[in-house]
């Protein structure tokens, strides 16, 4: 079930990366935390959104057993259309936004979508 890849992949992801400044450092430790697993990383991947137009969510994360969970990485706060993104997956694949570098010191959720830090608190 997908909820064990999600809660795998905040284990192996929360509070894991020393800075969220630099984008192009960030994205490969993220791909190379998430290919050291033995996981498929997928960037962009498209979905249809509600009112007809599709929309990308950052990073789709598929198990070698096809579990799929949908990452969105945001700076600060999770973005609204991060939200309704994540609110709009297909049946069956959970999603979490993850933020370079949060301004809460814990995880938390929002209009139950998970939101973790990928850097301590400071």
């Known amino acids: 079930m997908s909820t064990e890849l999600k ?10 990366f020393f800075t969220g400044a630099d984008k192009v450092t960030f ?6 935390k998430i290919k050291s697993e033995g996981l498929h990383l997928q960037r962009n991947f498209t979905i249809k959104l509600s009112n ?8 789709l994360v598929t198990t070698p057993d096809g579990q799929q ?9 999770p973005r609204n259309r991060s939200m309704m993104k994540l609110h709009e997956l297909p049946a069956g694949m ?7 570098d949060g301004k809460h010191p814990l995880r938390y959720s929002e209009n ?5 830090r990928a850097t301590k608190f400071k």
């Open 7 to 16: 809660a795998k992949l905040i284990v192996l992801l929360e509070e894991q």
């Open 112 to 116: 139950s979508i998970d939101v973790i």
């Open 69 to 77: 969970c949908a990452i969105e990485v945001d700076k600060r706060s």
């Open 52 to 59: 007809g137009h599709k929309g990308f969510v950052d990073y």
């Open 94 to 100: 959970s999603g979490f936004v993850l933020l370079k």
């Open 27 to 32: 994205d490969y430790v993220f791909a190379s």
